[in-house]
DNA sequence: GCTCATATGTTATAATGTAACGCCCATGAA
DNA sequence: TTCATGGGCGTTACATTATAACATATGAGC
């Protein structure tokens, strides 16, 4: 069996890995983290959270809608939406552009932006944190005498699986 | 007058600028492109085209739609998407994933993938071409294996105009 | 218990984007 | 000329994503 890989065995995880304890150590880490602020993190918001989570690629809000009713029955658009809007102001979801879809931050605590590879065969998703990108983004940016406030880096293209197949 | 100023005056040019000279040289250019490649630059798409240049920053497709509904009566959604599908696809036309908006090209003819600043303070945006941030998405992406396709980079902040207000 | 702020429930609607079908017209083969 | 072909576009209907507005509940602190 492979229950012993950890949640750190690479941004795209091998499929045989165990995502349950990917989700676990995520709420695990974003109890932490809210108590530390002094965050709510509520049941609904927990939740949404594991949802997110146990989904393995970015996950679309209506689709989390969805599970969530077998949940909360009576969960409504609003319901995911502001439970969303919690996390990703706590840093524990991202939001991608490209695909109006959400997913779980691999760095909670340390605070950056999303910097994102996509396949587009396997639609999984992995989270880049690479201080060259931002810094050359910067630069581009102060050459024109633009101050910059938010990065958005979304990148799609064949994760190292769907390239062997 | 300032008349005389062309559209190569900066990526955010200033607010008194010859705008209608800037889209005059975005059709000429793309009628030249198309007419290279063999591709119709018809009516409705240079009707299109030249609504998303007319706008002073990034444009939603319904706002274009309104504005098209006073040139073609029986505009629909369909429309505007299908020839918003032929500029992108011709490189006249950039998407801005993160605004749902459109916003023409300041560099047709040579490929490549839009990279944006976006002011929310005025709502502008300009086009950045860095093969430094190219670059260094495509070292971060290769150090996981990943296979790049496209690359979108969208950067919020302030442009030099709203920093000095 | 009371009060206030926050969180959530609930209904309705806004904003963005697509599917599907048919007509027209330019082109080229029969 | 006639007819098939294909692209472009009109048209209707619908799908998807997101928010506004107001009511109710919850919970901490007084
Ligand atoms: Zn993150
Ligand atoms: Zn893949
Ligand atoms: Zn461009
Ligand atoms: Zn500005």
Tied chains: 1, 2.
Excluded: K
Excluded at 28 to 52: H, M, S
């Amino acid at each position: 069996m492979n229950a012993s890989i950890s949640p750190a065995d690479g941004p795209f995880p091998s499929p045989g890995h165990d995502h349950s304890h990917c989700v676990e150590t995520a709420i695990a880490r974003a109890e932490r983290l809210c108590a530390e602020r002094g965050a709510r993190l509520t049941g609904l918001r927990r939740q949404v959270l594991e949802l997110v989570w146990q989904s393995h690629g970015p996950i679309g809000a209506y689709d989390l809608l969805d599970r969530l009713r077998g949940l909360r029955s009576g969960a409504a658009p609003p319901t995911i939406y502001r439970a969303l809007d919690f996390l990703i102001e706590q840093g524990l979801v991202h939001r991608i552009a490209r695909l109006n879809a959400f997913v779980g931050c691999d760095h909670p605590g340390a605070p950056h932006q999303g910097q994102f590879l996509i396949c587009t065969a396997c639609g999984s998703s992995a989270e880049l944190v690479e201080p060259e990108i931002a810094g050359a983004i910067d630069r581009g940016a102060a050459a024109l005498g633009f101050r910059v406030d938010t990065r958005t880096v979304e990148v799609t293209g064949l994760c190292p699986r769907c390239q062997s197949r």
